[in-house]
């Protein structure tokens, strides 16, 4: 049975809009937990900007499932990854002033500082996982670093406007699905998935885990907004 990866970054974002305490996290990826999510993935980013250093260390000790952290292949994160030992590593491009990660790995292009990084973290009994398009030549590449997972960037689903163009992302990242299994690498896929747009996806079959973050968020506000109101209503007329 396939497999949510709770991605808990923007509740970091909300608490550091604030510099303060809440809301944690470390609270809602428990909340998830609960809820059933599988996984909960962060990605602590070089500047820091949302998930902090204290999350990734607390969040090792509390998670209960899998602890997936994303991260880029530099030498300071996987000295952290090799200290906190997440179950999972899953490596991703990152660029300073993206808003988010923007595309996958150029696998074909870091081969060998990529299989180094990758040696490195499975030296020290870490899962890899590498975010790539769905595209073949990356797959291949990203086999040949030797790592268990890829995880196929399903943004350019996401961001398909009409059917036909959803159809031809559904057929891209079906044979990549099919290449990764052939290979013996598992294969994981995020970024962009929804309530409507993850059951075309699910249909599929072949992937092992869907890390999802901003549709879960975005839900969660709108849901929990009318209790939320209820609850300062109430506070302020009873006082
Ligand atoms: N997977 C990876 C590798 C990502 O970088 C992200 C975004 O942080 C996600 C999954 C989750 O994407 P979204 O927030 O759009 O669900």
Redesign the pocket.
């Known amino acids: 049975m396939a497999k949510l ?1 709770l ?1 808990v ?2 509740v970091a974002t909300v608490r550091q809009a604030r510099g303060g305490i809440e809301p944690d996290p470390v609270t809602a990826a428990a909340m998830g937990e609960l809820a059933g999510a599988e996984g909960i ?1 962060i ?1 602590l980013r070089e500047d820091r900007r949302h998930i902090q250093d204290r999350d990734l260390e607390i969040l090792r000790q509390t998670v209960k499932t899998k602890l997936n952290l ?1 991260m880029a292949a530099t030498q300071e994160m996987v000295r952290t990854a090799l200290k906190t030992k997440p179950e999972q590593v ?1 490596l ?1 491009p990152e660029k300073r002033q993206e808003l ?2 923007e595309g996958g790995l150029d696998v074909i292009l870091n081969l060998k500082s990529i299989t180094d990084t990758v040696k490195r973290l499975q030296g020290g009994g870490i899962v890899v996982s590498l ?1 790539v398009d769905p595209n073949q030549e990356q797959i291949k590449a990203a086999n040949k670093t030797g790592a268990d997972y890829i ?1 196929i ?1 399903t ?1 350019s689903y ?1 961001e398909a406007r009409d059917w036909k163009s959803q159809q031809q992302e559904l057929e891209n990242i079906d044979t990549a699905i099919k290449l990764a299994r052939k290979v013996n690498m598992g294969v ?7 309530y409507f747009n993850i059951k075309a996806l699910a249909a599929l079959g072949g992937i092992e885990e869907y ?7 975005a839900r969660a506000i709108l849901v929990g907004l009318d209790r939320a109101v209820r609850d300062m209503v109430e506070l302020i007329k009873y006082a």
């Open positions: 990866g991605n970054d923007h993935t990605h994303e899953t991703v988010t990660t975010f995880e960037h943004g996401a994981n896929a995020g970024h962009g998935l929804n890390n999802i973050g901003h549709s879960i968020m």
